[in-house]
């Protein structure tokens, strides 16, 4: 966590006051009595994610994930635990939700790891363009070399992965034809994408880039800002993204070029400060929940495919050939990474292994 003033720094120079607890327990992640590594005792949680809040049990499966995790943490510490979930980035905002987790100010979200790329540049292996192609070889990376050197990582920079959840994404036009390889593409058309490789990459194919958060693609569409939109299915879905485009682009039972790791994570200052019992229950919860999140991931894209169809888009699929061809406009931008970024190379490689 480099030089980050951490909350245990806090209370440290506070000399355990009661102001200095007070204002711990303002911050998030309070504790009280207990035995272990941390206090024990009850606690609050502060959980913030970007996507719409859940109604009836139904929305964005990562919202309902979040709340998932909240419910199985009460029940397994008897109430000690609270996590309270803040949903459409109304605590913070999604691209600050990592330094927010770094600083205490939240405990734990369910996070596009890549959004972080800026503190951690190393991050951007998450989100590499046309590295992972399908629901089968992001499964696979929890249990490979690659996902054991992003648990480290991730550890080293004040984060531990409770849940693996893994995107796909999606391409949709908002007036033409599906795009499936590079050949479709009209260059000079303003196209939007998460994440610097992604954009990198759309950009070798000929569009023009624009950045914005997945809640204002619909608006951008609608006044003609936006001609091509990237982003995960569920956010097409859950921002209703059909309703401006005419042809989809779905990665439903084929491949896709944009595959994001958005796990549920919480902070390892916030979780070693709960004590041993606390610190098993959270992790069990997520690890509870490790199913749910892939094959949510996956029913996400075929119920966004149906979206989109019953909305009247022209809907198409990604082949391995298809898959390919983006994947070969990807290498530079695989090898600006390999040789700009520390342990870059490696990455890579064991990414490509996956």
């Given at each position: 966590m480099g030089n980050t003033f951490n909350r245990r720094d806090f209370l440290r120079v506070a000399g355990g006051t009661a102001a200095g607890a007070a204002l711990f327990g303002a911050a998030g992640c309070g504790s009280s009595g207990g035995s272990g590594?941390?206090?024990?005792g009850k606690?609050?949680?502060?959980?913030?994610?970007?996507?719409?809040?859940?109604?009836?049990?139904?929305?964005?499966?990562?919202?309902?994930?979040?709340?998932?995790?909240?419910d199985k943490v009460s029940k397994a510490t008897d109430g000690e635990v609270t996590i309270r979930v803040y949903p459409s980035a109304s605590l913070v905002k999604p691209d600050q939700q990592y330094k927010a987790l770094q600083q205490g100010t939240?405990?734990?979200?369910?996070?596009?790891?890549?959004?972080?790329?800026?503190?951690?540049?190393?991050?951007?292996?998450?989100?590499?363009?046309a590295i992972i192609k399908n629901h089968e070889e992001a499964r696979k990376w929890k249990d490979a070399e690659i996902g054991k050197r992003i648990d480290d990582l991730?550890?080293?920079?004040?984060?531990?992965?409770?849940?693996?959840?893994?995107?796909?994404?999606?391409?949709?036009?908002?007036?033409?034809?599906?795009?499936?390889?590079?050949?479709?593409?009209?260059?000079?058309?303003?196209?939007?994408?998460?994440?610097?490789?992604?954009?990198?990459?759309?950009?070798?194919?000929?569009?023009?880039?624009?950045s914005m958060s997945s809640s204002e693609i619909y608006s951008a569409m609608q006044t003609g800002v936006l001609d091509v939109a990237v982003t995960?299915?569920?956010?097409?879905?859950?921002?209703?993204?059909?309703?401006?485009?005419?042809?989809?682009?779905?990665?439903?039972?084929?491949?896709?070029?944009?595959?994001?790791?958005?796990?549920?994570?919480?902070?390892?200052?916030?979780?070693?400060?709960?004590?041993?019992?606390?610190?098993?229950?959270?992790?069990?919860?997520?690890?509870?929940?490790?199913?749910?999140?892939?094959?949510?991931?996956?029913?996400d894209d075929e119920k966004t495919e149906k979206a989109f169809k019953d909305a009247g888009n022209t809907i198409a699929h990604m082949d391995d050939a298809a898959h390919e061809k983006w994947q070969q406009i990807s290498k530079p931008v695989w090898d600006n990474f390999a040789s700009g970024v520390d342990g870059g190379q490696e990455l890579i490689d064991l990414a490509q292994k996956v």
């Open positions: 590594s941390g206090g024990g606690v609050t949680l502060r959980l913030s994610h970007q996507w719409p809040k859940p109604s009836g049990g139904k929305g964005d499966f990562r919202a309902l994930l979040a709340d998932q995790f909240a939240i405990d734990a979200s369910v996070f596009p790891l890549d959004y972080a790329s800026g503190i951690v540049p190393a991050y951007d292996i998450t989100l590499m363009p991730t550890q080293k920079n004040g984060a531990r992965i409770l849940t693996w959840i893994w995107n796909a994404g999606a391409i949709g036009v908002r007036k033409g034809p599906p795009v499936v390889s590079p050949d479709d593409v009209s260059h000079g058309q303003v196209a939007r994408a998460a994440g610097t490789r992604v954009e990198q990459m759309l950009k070798r194919a000929g569009y023009s880039i624009t995960s299915t569920g956010s097409f879905r859950s921002y209703r993204i059909y309703e401006q485009t005419s042809s989809y682009t779905s990665p439903f039972k084929g491949n896709t070029f944009w595959f994001m790791f958005e796990p549920l994570i919480i902070g390892t200052d916030q979780l070693e400060q709960l004590s041993d019992d606390q610190q098993k229950a959270v992790i069990k919860a997520g690890q509870e929940l490790q199913e749910f999140g892939y094959t949510e991931s996956e029913a």
